[in-house]
């Protein structure tokens, strides 16, 4: 009895730990036009780094019109305009057809952290 009660409480608790990995999961998106990155969420402010068009940049906030991102190091603010949020189609080389350039995630919790990704 005490053996399927202990098996249970760790069930439900890997359970909990999952969903609440997946709440802090990160998000990523693909910059469609080569962009600046800006300090605030204004152009004339100070510019802090460049995103090339196609680079898989790590979406750290939103706004209204805006992203806060993490490219090549930099952090900053982009024109949500400059970004895809799907993942490019790609032809792969040698027979494999068509698909996807893949995709990943990530989920950090307080003691651990895992990502799981496909297609790279």
Not at 24 to 53: C, I, P, R
Not at 68 to 82: E, L, M, P, T
Not at 89 to 112: D, I, T
Request: aromatic letters at 14%; charged letters at 15%; one cysteine or more.
């Amino acid at each position: 009895m005490l053996n399927r009660t202990v098996k249970t409480a760790a069930l439900a608790t890997v359970i909990l730990a999952a969903t609440a990995g997946a709440s802090m999961a990160a998000q990523y998106a693909w910059v469609d036009h080569n962009s600046y990155l800006y300090e605030h969420k204004n152009t004339s402010s100070d510019k802090v780094g460049f995103a090339w068009e196609g680079q898989k940049v790590k979406v750290l906030a939103t706004s209204s019109s805006w992203a806060k991102i993490k490219a090549n190091g930099d952090i900053g603010w982009v024109k949500k305009n400059k970004l895809d949020w799907a993942p490019h189609h790609v032809n792969y080389p040698y027979g494999y057809g068509p698909g996807y350039g893949g995709g990943s995630f990530c989920a950090n919790g307080s003691n651990a952290s895992f990502c799981f990704s496909i297609g790279y």
